[in-house]
């Protein structure tokens, strides 16, 4: 009789924080900024409620796709559909802590080049 392998350890950093907001609230949220509400318009909100929600995911695969919908133009597109601003979209994924991204640093002040041989003032 062979005794059970010992079961992984979880790896460190793999719990994320929990996001600050439901997303049943984040779906009200989005539906009422929809410009004309329907069915398909419904749907729509659904699909970006399931990419906000996936960016929150722990596998690894699953919040990286996550995170290019997020990034990329076919946010755009189906936000447009039904009438939302994408940054709004991602404003909330954001606040709501669904969608951890890097702060953004501002860019570095243009400095001079200092001058190598300041003896050469006359």
């Known amino acids: 009789m062979h005794a059970l392998p010992p079961r992984p350890m979880p790896r460190i950093g793999a719990h994320r ?9 984040i779906e009200r949220l ?10 398909e318009a419904h749907l729509v909100v ?4 399931q ?10 695969d699953t919040r990286r796709c996550a995170h290019r919908f997020l990034r990329g133009d076919d946010l755009d597109t189906l936000a447009c559909l039904v009438g939302l601003h994408p ?16 702060p953004v640093q501002p860019p570095a002040p243009f400095l ?7 003896y050469d003032r006359f």
């Open 87 to 102: 940054d709004f979209v991602r404003e909330v994924a954001r606040r709501a802590g669904y969608w951890a991204t890097p």
């Open 30 to 39: 989005l539906r009422r900024h929809v410009v004309a509400p329907s069915p």
């Open 112 to 118: 001079p080049p200092k001058n190598r041989y300041p």
């Open 51 to 60: 990419a906000i929600a996936d960016a929150a995911s722990l596998n690894r």
């Open 46 to 49: 659904a699909v970006l409620c």
């Open 17 to 25: 924080p929990r996001p600050l907001v439901g997303m049943r609230a």
